[in-house]
């Protein structure tokens, strides 16, 4: 198992930026591919980004793609979001997530074994 606890979330009116990171720890980071979520009131967690255990890889939701960009760094155990241009309807709790397996690329949630606690994000219109 891996802990990972976020940061960074907040209050940005639409068209504003936010950063968020996500710290990891308990296993070895840089064998696992790193996800963001996000999940709405009353609306099911969905996938918003990741980034394989290189770094070399992402993909993103088509809602999200050009906006935003998932990155990591490996010496730090850490994974960021960055979120540019953002719109009321981003308005969600954002989640990382730590693949359950190593060296492989997943996006569905059932594949992510461990979950941060999430942070808030609102974005205002």
């Known amino acids: 198992q891996v802990q990972l606890v976020e940061s960074g979330g907040g209050l940005v009116q639409a068209g504003g930026s936010l950063r968020l990171s996500c710290a990891a720890s308990g296993r070895t980071f840089s064998s696992y591919t790193m996800g963001w979520f996000r999940q709405a009131p009353g609306k099911e967690r969905e996938f918003v980004a990741a980034?394989?255990?290189?770094?070399?890889?992402?993909l993103y939701a088509d809602s999200v793609k050009g906006r935003f960009t998932i990155s990591r760094d490996n010496a730090k155990n850490t994974v960021y979001l960055q979120m540019n241009s953002l719109k009321p309807e981003d308005t969600a709790v954002y989640y990382c997530a730590a693949d359950a397996l190593a060296y492989r690329m997943v996006v569905a949630v059932g594949g992510f074994g461990s979950w941060g606690q999430g942070t808030q994000v609102t974005v205002s219109s």
């Open positions: 980034v394989g255990w290189s770094g070399g890889n992402t």
